[in-house]
């Protein structure tokens, strides 16, 4: 089992920026990719971000590429979202999660969930 613990949400102004933290423990050397999601209510699940647990692979979602960075700090087990120039349709609950075996854009390929963070973005 992988444990995730989300970290760094909060309320900021529109142009602002944020960095969110996830803590991963437990069977860590498991991981093969980690992903950042975000989620509001009715809607599904979107993806953000990925990195591979190893290597610099990493993947971005249209929406946020060039605004956003996933980076990760494996002496720590963590893995951080940078968000900079927020606008108020990024406010929702953010997740990280982790993949055993794939590096990929989709919830299901994710095998390990946080619990999640606010982030409201206001105008």
């Known amino acids: 089992q992988v444990q995730l613990v989300e970290s760094g949400g909060g309320l900021v102004q529109a142009g602002g920026s944020l960095r969110l933290s996830c803590a991963a423990s437990g069977r860590t050397f498991s991981v093969y990719a980690m992903g950042w999601f975000r989620q509001v209510p009715g809607k599904e699940r979107e993806f953000l971000a990925t990195?591979?647990?190893?290597?610099?692979?990493?993947y971005y979602a249209d929406s946020v590429n060039g605004r956003f960075t996933i980076s990760r700090d494996n002496a720590k087990n963590t893995v951080y979202l940078q968000m900079n120039s927020l606008k108020p349709e990024d406010t929702a609950v953010y997740y990280c999660?982790?993949?055993?075996?794939?590096?990929?854009?989709?919830?299901?390929?994710?095998?390990?969930w946080g619990q999640g963070t606010q982030v409201t973005v206001s105008s």
């Open positions: 999660a982790a993949s055993r075996y794939t590096q990929s854009t989709r919830p299901y390929d994710y095998n390990y």
């Open positions: 990195i591979r647990w190893t290597g610099s692979s990493a």
